[in-house]
């Protein structure tokens, strides 16, 4: 059964009375004077669980924003290492910077490498210059 809070308007007497739902419309006495009391709309501690609720959706997206923030780290950690540059990709074999993606293509076929990736890297760089 559920509380429900009266006040009383004539001597200012706050209270809480338990009863049936089915009953919630009947009148409560004051019990410090007797005299008719006003039901108090108050809220109620609620805890809805599931997937489709704020506090679930808030905790998911704070999770996000500290993982999207970590991914950051690490990719600035990539940037000063040497793996890349303002982060984008820079022409290098094995680690072995060079000027352009073709140079790249060419070091990487010398050394027996697969230098197709190195190729579009290079027509991609061409058609921007």
Known sequence: ??????????????????????????????????????????????????????????????????????AGIRQESKVRDGGLSGGKLVPNVEGERVGSWDEAGKLAASKGKDASGYKRMAAKEKSLK
Request: charged letters at 40%; one cysteine or more.
């Open 1 to 70: 059964m559920p509380f429900y809070e009266y006040a009383c308007d004539d001597c200012e007497v706050v209270f809480d009375v338990r009863k049936p739902v089915a009953k919630h419309d009947e009148p409560e006495m004051c019990p410090k004077c007797g005299e008719e009391a006003r039901k108090v709309i108050t809220g109620c501690g609620v805890i809805f669980k599931g997937d489709d609720w704020a506090s679930k959706n808030n905790r998911v997206k704070s999770q996000m924003k500290d993982s999207r923030r970590k």
